[in-house]
């Protein structure tokens, strides 16, 4: 199956080409040719699996067949605007009126949504893509509004805002997108996407895509969307087969921070996320990986969006090698030089911990997901097995073994054992890390452990 042949229009094929996608993933193959047709959809397909084109292109799609059919001597809404306003005549008030809305739980998402319209429609000249966003200035906000752009990919408490001051108007809406759907519910965005969707027209193309379609989520999809084509692509049990997921135990905490930063010095690693369970301990860890010589940054919701936007283009440039984030701040990051991620706190929640292994082995590379665990958390790791029906085999570095053993066996491997089939939930592949004293491809060899905070244990939930 090529792009062609789903239907989609020369200008996106083209702009696909360039971006280097060969041939649709398996979510764009079911729902670009639904969705063109109009059809609405519930989606539950795992991240990185390229779920941003498969809502993104067909709806491009429609603008680049308005395109087409556009007349030369005719205006668009935005012309008339601007002439108007060239003849002397006093600018009405006019609120925006886009013709879709994509809307994302985070900023990161939405700016990455919006980074990923702009480069499928390069090619078509009347698509505005603008991202309304908390923490964003209004004022600039305004002025982006002002232009009356066609597409809105926006998060959905600012985006309220806007709607209650006046400044946007859904009745000329076509198409609403809700990305991660399950993960605005989590964050109590429930009232607001109510809200929202009353305000769009009934007549609107309804796409929602979701982690899990099941519970809350599920209902909710179904109340919004007309007959929708129901795609699953991934069930929890088979997500992430291209991401080996290892459980180390740990003693204390100065036990995990050496461990931490052997696993940092491993020579298979480009990039890495470490997961900590507060924005504190997030800004202290990345400090004493600086001060061990790693190229680390922060990553969380104190930080300005000036910030959390600079932060992730040095991770995108790779300037950054380890962020250092919270659940939140980090979800929706995709950049496909992580191959590690780093649980250095287990997530509150098992639907965390998948949304944070898929930071890593994006755009079908393979991937590492690491959970540095208390013998105390051996509770949690179950249920995070039971969520993903998936096991995860307990490794034991030389020179870093736990001196106590786990309350309940898991079996831990020998040192450096890896052997294609251990892995049971995962894919076989290389064992290529855990080489003590490797020396590193990247210069990072400098500094020893970073600090011992004092061998205090933490448990699940200290947050
Ligand atoms: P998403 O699930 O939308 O976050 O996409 C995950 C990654 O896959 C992004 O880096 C996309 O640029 C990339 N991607 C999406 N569709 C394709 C495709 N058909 N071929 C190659 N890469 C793709």
Do not use: C
Request: aromatic share 6%.
């Amino acid at each position: 199956m090529t792009f062609e042949t789903l239907g989609l229009h020369s200008s996106i094929v083209k702009a696909l080409t360039e971006a280097g996608y060969t041939k649709p993933t398996p979510v764009q193959e079911q729902a670009v040719p639904a969705a063109l047709q109009g059809r609405d959809l519930m989606v539950s397909s795992q991240t990185g699996s390229g779920k941003t084109a498969a809502f993104m292109l067909p709806a491009l799609n429609k603008f680049a067949l308005a395109e087409q059919a556009f007349q030369p001597g005719l205006k668009t809404p935005n012309q008339e605007r601007q002439s108007a306003r060239s003849r002397g005549e006093r600018p009405r008030f006019q609120p925006a009126q886009p013709k879709m809305l994509v809307l994302t739980p985070t900023r990161e998402l939405a700016l990455q949504v919006t980074t990923a319209t702009t480069k499928y429609g390069t090619y078509l000249r009347r698509v505005r893509t603008v991202s309304i966003l908390g923490g964003m200035p209004y004022p600039k906000q305004m002025q982006l509004l002002a232009k009356n752009p066609e597409i809105l990919v926006a998060t959905p408490g600012r985006l309220i805002d806007h709607m209650e001051s006046g400044k946007i108007d859904f009745s000329q809406l076509e198409i609403l997108v809700l990305d991660e759907a399950d993960r605005m519910l989590d964050m109590g965005f429930i009232e607001d996407i109510e809200k929202i969707v009353a305000a769009t027209p009934e007549s609107r193309q309804t796409m929602l895509f979701s982690a899990t379609l099941d519970g809350v989520v599920g209902s909710m999809a179904k109340r919004i969307t007309r007959d929708p084509l129901v795609i699953q692509i991934a069930s929890a049990a088979s997500r992430h087969e291209n991401i080996q997921q290892r459980v180390h135990f740990v003693d204390d905490l100065s036990h995990k921070n050496r461990l931490l930063d052997h696993l940092l010095r491993d020579t298979s690693l480009d990039q890495a996320v470490v997961f900590t369970a507060t924005k504190r301990d997030a800004d202290t860890i990345a400090d004493r990986l600086n001060i061990a010589g790693f190229a680390a940054a922060a990553l969380h919701g104190d930080m300005h969006q000036g910030a959390r936007n600079r932060t992730l283009d040095a991770l995108r440039r790779g300037h950054v090698r380890v962020l250092v984030a919270t659940d939140v701040a980090a979800r929706g990051i995709d950049v496909p030089g992580i191959t590690h991620v780093v649980n250095y706190d287990l997530p509150k929640f098992p639907e965390d911990y998948v949304h944070r292994i898929g930071r890593t082995g994006r755009a079908g590379r393979n991937g590492l997901a690491i959970s540095l665990v208390n013998h105390s958390e051996n509770i949690n790791i179950k249920r995070i097995e039971r969520f993903t029906k998936q096991l995860i085999p307990v490794d034991v570095i030389e020179g870093y073994e736990p001196k106590k053993t786990a309350s309940a066996p898991r079996s831990p491997r020998k040192p450096g054992g890896w052997k294609p089939g251990d892995n049971r939930g995962g894919k076989p592949g290389q064992r290529s890390f855990s080489k003590p004293g490797a020396p590193r491809k990247d210069g990072y060899n400098k500094g020893s452990h970073f600090g011992d905070n004092g061998g205090g244990r933490r448990s699940y939930g200290d947050r």
